[in-house]
């Protein structure tokens, strides 16, 4: 498999490292609105990806890096949401499993919100950093080059018989 060279930071342009870092803040969009629905700032960064992907490639691996690695946390937090309302709409106890789940919940979030952030410093200079899975995953889908889609790759070649 053939991949596109990756760039070096200073061919990079700064626009192009600002809209590549903006894609880890999109965790804090229902924080700026106030909202505590996790379920948006999944929504808020798909909507970033796919506003920004035309970019470069370098963009579109963070915003894709980003997006993925927030759809884990989305559905983590969500389900909290929901048991949290189920608690509280049947008047039932909040016990060990639901404290349990909590602190995992508080985990994953933190962990996500560490990577987030060195993961924006990274993009603003310029250099890839590549969450665990997530980074491979899109690294692969970026940055792989299909003939089929990538046709000024290979113009250089004679056609195909």
Partial sequence: MDYHPLPQPDQIETRVKEDAMGAYFMMFATAAMG????????????IYYYVNRDK????????????Y????????????VVWTIVNFARDLDF???????LVMV????????????????KARKGVFYYFL???KLAYHQVYRIRPERDQSTFSNRPPRQ
């Fill in 35 to 46: 909202l505590p629905l996790p379920i948006l700032n999944l929504v808020a960064a798909i």
């Fill in 56 to 67: 470069g490639r370098f963009v579109q691996f963070h915003t894709l890096q980003s997006l």
């Fill in 69 to 80: 690695s927030q759809i884990p946390v989305t559905l983590l937090n969500s389900g909290l």
């Fill in 95 to 101: 016990f060990g499993f639901y404290w349990g789940y």
């Fill in 106 to 121: 508080a985990t994953a979030n933190l962990v996500y919100f560490i990577f987030s952030i060195v993961g924006a410093v």
């Fill in 133 to 135: 899975f997530f980074g």
